[in-house]
């Protein structure tokens, strides 16, 4: 990767873990799925009149992308950070990145090197120890985290799969086929989507707007422009830096304090990524 690129991945988990804040005050604010599709529906609307039309052959797989992307992960996260812990929440995505890798594999045939193993262990376990115990007992948050991180996952290699695609058309466009998807899941799973729109405090509209702007266009479009340019093997582990940033945030924003563990954990998150860079040596003639 050059020195670019290399700014553009970290500057990705940066944004997105300083999102966790912003989702977890929305979703106070609004229903899950509707501040989701609230956001997906915002995000087309500012990016489709002006990129280019998916082509027969792109629309397909842009289609599968927004189910898995949208639908899927961003349905799963918000419902799971909603009803959890925003830490526990960080953690359990952090699967996202070795599930990325690991489907890289036979999907996109490209096998790890052991330095790359090495290294997503040693972020995954400095994710783990940064991380404060969660203060709920309830699996389901933890479980629904999880199968978000897996489609996040999937969603990932599809788009490496497929691609390259313009990545301002790929966001504007999957985020209009997201839209039903999540809304439908808000109609049937939720209520007092109206009165949201009506008592929802400037907190909840920033927060809001944050996912739209920050998180949404700005983050999705250099993450996409990192998948067309770099193998999954290398842009995947830098995921594994949003927990330390979204547990910066945390501090920063929400009161929580610095403790130990932090510091460690996040020095080892970003060792353990640095060390996913490294290429291997060549073999002397």
């Given amino acids: 990767?050059?020195?670019?690129?290399?700014?553009?991945?970290?500057?990705?988990?940066?944004?997105?873990?300083?999102?966790?804040?912003?989702?977890?005050?929305?979703?106070?604010?609004?229903?899950?799925?509707?501040?989701?599709?609230l956001r997906f529906?915002?995000?087309?609307?500012?990016?489709?009149?002006?990129?280019?039309?998916?082509?027969r052959q792109q629309l397909g797989?842009?289609?599968?992308?927004s189910l898995f992307l949208?639908?899927?992960?961003?349905?799963?996260?918000?419902?799971?950070?909603?009803?959890?812990?925003?830490?526990?929440?960080?953690?359990?995505?952090?699967?996202?990145?070795?599930f990325t890798v690991l489907l890289a594999w036979?999907?996109?045939?490209?096998?790890?090197?052991?330095?790359?193993?090495?290294?997503?262990?040693?972020?995954?376990?400095?994710?783990?120890?940064?991380?404060?115990?969660?203060?709920?007992?309830?699996?389901l948050p933890l479980l629904l985290v999880v199968a978000a991180a897996f489609a996040f996952a999937v969603s990932n290699v599809l788009t490496k799969r497929y691609g390259p695609f313009d990545p301002l058309m790929l966001?504007?466009?999957?985020?209009?086929?997201?839209?039903?998807?999540?809304?439908?899941?808000?109609?049937?799973?939720?209520?007092?989507?109206?009165?949201?729109l009506v008592t929802a405090d400037e907190r909840g509209w920033l927060a809001l707007a944050y996912t739209i702007f920050i998180g949404g266009i700005v983050g999705f479009g250099l993450w996409f422009w990192l998948i067309a340019r770099c193998s999954m093997g290398r842009v995947a582990p830098f995921g594994l830096?949003?927990?330390?940033f979204a547990l910066i945030s945390s501090v920063l924003f929400l009161g929580d304090h610095v403790t130990p563990k932090l510091i460690v954990g996040g020095l080892l998150?970003?060792?353990?990524?640095?060390?996913t860079q490294v290429r291997p040596s060549a073999r002397p003639i």
């Avoid at 929440?89 to 990145?97: E, I, T």
């Avoid at 830096?241 to 330390?244: D, E, H």
């Fill in 1 to 37: 990767m050059s020195a670019i690129q290399i700014v553009c991945a970290v500057a990705v988990p940066l944004l997105w873990g300083y999102q966790f804040v912003a989702i977890k005050v929305g979703v106070t604010e609004f229903p899950p799925l509707f501040f989701l599709a």
């Fill in 41 to 55: 529906l915002a995000i087309a609307l500012l990016l489709v009149p002006f990129v280019k039309r998916p082509t």
């Fill in 61 to 65: 797989p842009i289609a599968v992308i």
């Fill in 70 to 98: 949208g639908g899927l992960n961003f349905g799963l996260f918000y419902v799971g950070i909603g009803l959890g812990s925003g830490s526990m929440s960080a953690v359990a995505y952090q699967l996202a990145p070795p």
């Fill in 106 to 139: 036979p999907l996109l045939a490209e096998r790890p090197s052991l330095v790359t193993s090495a290294g997503v262990v040693l972020a995954f376990a400095g994710v783990v120890l940064a991380a404060e115990p969660g203060t709920s007992t309830n699996a």
């Fill in 171 to 196: 966001m504007g466009w999957s985020s209009l086929l997201t839209v039903p998807q999540v809304m439908l899941m808000s109609l049937l799973l939720e209520y007092g989507q109206p009165a949201s």
């Fill in 241 to 244: 830096l949003i927990p330390v």
């Fill in 269 to 275: 998150a970003i060792a353990g990524v640095a060390i």
